[in-house]
């Protein structure tokens, strides 16, 4: 065979073989379009999904495949009476009446929604309560009443019998925290205006006004109720809690009297859980500038750390705080005056439960409201609160809040 014969021979070879590979190469490029293409529509996707997430806009099949509660929709429809853009939500209130209605349980008026339907109301009230950020412990869709929390009062105690001696027997005694539904509401004004927006922007604007103010009763009760005109009874007002008294007419709440509460707990077996102190702004301002006398006389010292950083705080203390101006400043002691508490303790201990459906009702008929074009909105959900242990809490009344 000469030269050009085996050159011939190999083309013929190189066409057979690109004859086999062209359909493999086309496919694997169709492939790869098909892939971009995809990739693009994924993007797209994820783009719209970011966007919608962020505004508060459910999407078909995402959060378990239920459909978005609006509180805007139902307030518009409530107060003109037209729900021809609130079918969901007209369904979910009269779902609700009747499944009260078949328990008994019905209110007179309103318009009840169910918890899970406004998880995300429920999420930013949570967010906003001090006491549940602290680690209050949350018991939702409570039902019957009262609920009996079972709490042990005493404990078995060991011995050491001597040969052939009977082993004294002791008993673990039990006791029950009683919770009962009571009824914590708010009044939201809200502008006409906005009611009638159809912008995802203003439903969340609505659901954290409704949240923060639902947040700071349950958080004023939390610390302080008095158990009187069926409210909750909070912590300042629980029998047995520890106490410190910082002076016979108040004083300086310091590192040593937040050493005190601690101590407090820990004779008590309690310092464990979720341990953290709660006081107003005006507290944690003075504790963060603290000053030592460097001198004989010097009246007012050098500061110890100056700026002294929430972060530097919490680490002096040992334990999380948060602060909460509800917290009064104005109490009284001897001659002290502009004093206020500081609580600590394991707020585990500290249960909030609630029950059943939250309660809507929109009005415009007050006079304010109708002449600034105004609706009232109120909202009704039943809670209690209850101290488990009251032997995991300690408080101080009487801190100074008056800076030098």
Request: aromatic share 6%; charged share 20%; proline share 3%.
């Amino acid at each position: 065979m000469d030269f050009q014969a085996i050159l011939d021979a190999i083309a013929k070879q190189k066409d057979l073989i690109n004859s086999k590979f062209d359909p493999v190469e086309a496919a694997v490029k169709g492939m790869g379009e098909s892939m971009l293409g995809m990739n693009t529509r994924m993007t797209a996707m994820e783009d719209v999904f970011r966007q919608r997430k962020s505004s508060g806009i459910s999407l078909p099949g995402v959060n378990e495949g239920k459909q978005q509660f609006s509180f805007l929709k139902a307030i518009r429809a409530i107060r003109w009476s037209d729900w021809k853009d609130a079918e969901f939500e007209k369904e979910v209130f009269d779902q609700t009446r009747k499944r009260a209605m078949s328990q008994g349980t019905d209110s007179a008026g309103g318009y009840l929604v169910p918890t899970q339907h406004v998880a995300e109301l429920i999420e930013m009230l949570y967010d906003r309560a001090v006491c549940i950020a602290l680690g209050a412990t949350v018991l939702d869709n409570l039902t019957g009443s009262p609920v009996e929390i079972p709490k042990q009062t005493g404990g078995a105690t060991a011995y050491w019998p001597g040969e052939n001696a009977a082993i004294t027997g002791s008993d673990l005694t039990l006791d029950q925290l009683s919770l009962s539904p009571k009824a914590v509401g708010c009044l939201v004004k809200l502008s006409n205006r906005l009611i009638q927006l159809s912008n995802p922007s203003a439903e969340v604007m609505v659901r954290r006004d409704i949240a923060t103010a639902l947040a700071l009763a349950i958080d004023l009760k939390a610390l302080r109720g008095d158990g009187t005109s069926n409210t909750p009874t909070g912590i300042a007002n629980t029998s047995g809690i520890n106490t410190v008294a910082i002076g016979t007419s108040g004083g300086v709440f310091d590192f040593d009297i937040a050493s005190q509460m601690i101590d407090e707990l820990d004779v008590d077996n309690a310092l464990k859980g979720k341990l953290g102190f709660a006081m107003h702004s005006k507290v944690k301002g003075k504790m963060k500038r603290e000053r030592i006398p460097q001198f004989s006389g010097d009246g007012k010292g050098a500061y110890v750390m100056m700026p002294m950083t929430d972060a530097v705080l919490k680490e002096r203390l040992g334990y999380d705080f948060q602060t909460s101006n509800q917290i009064p400043t104005s109490l009284t002691k001897a001659s002290g005056t502009s004093l206020s508490e500081v609580y600590f303790g394991n707020w585990e201990e500290l249960l909030i439960g609630s029950w059943g459906a939250m309660q809507i009702m929109a009005s415009q008929e007050t006079s304010d409201a109708f002449e600034k074009n105004q609706t009232w909105v109120r909202i009704l959900q039943d809670v209690d609160i209850g101290v488990r242990h009251a032997q995991s809490f300690c408080l101080v009344s009487d801190a100074n809040t008056v800076f030098a």
